[in-house]
């Protein structure tokens, strides 16, 4: 009598005995893995198979291709990002970007930036309490993690608000956008974020150089200073994986 594996397909078969390899540490970071030609010797099945198989560990984000080279165990280490550290005063306040809480000695770098001034869409004017036709400010920006694109956000303001300060330029300065809400006199004191998850479109999927079949986690940050006045939307779109999140808070 076949086992309930033995009906399994045998492109997931196979995926399922790679991808256990890569688990037990067979096939480390960066290596190689057995290529089409070889999975079809070693199991005796059409090259369809062994291409399903291989596409199954791209798709969870195990394994990438390199043209001209072959699939290899993706080596990219998750960035664990841990969402409350990130947003005390304590950090921003001292100078800090509030993203020295997640990354450690790994090289972060915001390789595309824009700012503009923009009508605020409907949602947006809603949430920040603005009047019809009122402008925001918009901050663009892309970032790449030890190379690897992991994170586009956009930011938006209200122009009455940050008009004329360092908000409205590309670097905003020591502590970033919170710091310089705190000298304009708007001190960020709670923060509410909505996370989704969904896949991405053609271009999200071009931006952060996902693999088809990963998913993208929607988080959606509003910042609010005193007495409830919301004055930051910052709307983020993460490669679900190239991330662990973590919300590490007292009972």
């Known amino acids: 009598m076949a086992t309930t594996d033995d009906r399994r397909p045998k492109y997931q078969r196979i995926a399922d005995s790679l991808r256990e ?3 037990s540490g067979e096939y480390g970071p960066g290596d190689r893995l057995p290529g089409e030609n070889d999975l079809m010797a070693a199991h005796g099945v059409a090259r369809m198979t062994a291409r399903q198989a291989l596409s199954v560990l791209r798709d969870e984000g195990l394994a990438e291709s ?3 080279a072959g699939v290899f165990v993706r080596s990219f280490r998750p960035l664990r990002r841990r969402g409350i550290q990130r947003l005390s005063q304590e950090q921003w306040g001292s100078g800090r970007s509030i993203w020295s809480a997640d990354i450690e000695n790994r090289t972060l770098v915001v390789d595309q930036v824009t700012v503009s001034e923009e009508t605020a869409p409907e949602q947006i004017a809603q ?3 603005l009047a019809d036709e009122e402008t925001v400010c918009v901050r663009r920006r892309r970032f790449v993690l030890d190379g690897k694109p992991v994170l586009l956000a956009t930011s938006f303001l209200p122009s009455s608000v940050v008009a004329g300060s360092a908000i409205t330029q590309e670097d905003t300065g020591p502590g970033g956008t919170y710091a310089r809400l705190a000298e304009l006199g708007y001190k960020p004191v709670h923060f509410r974020e909505e996370i989704r998850s969904r896949m991405p479109t053609k271009d999200e999927a071009e931006q952060l150089s996902i693999s088809a079949g990963t998913p993208i986690i929607l988080i959606c940050r509003t ?7 919301p004055v930051e939307i910052n709307e983020m779109t993460l490669d679900a994986a190239s991330y662990i999140l973590e919300y590490d808070f007292d009972a």
Do not use: N, P, S
């Open 21 to 23: 390899a890569i688990q």
């Open 223 to 229: 910042a609010f200073a005193d007495e409830g006045r």
């Open 127 to 129: 949430v920040l309490g």
């Open 66 to 68: 390199r043209k001209g």
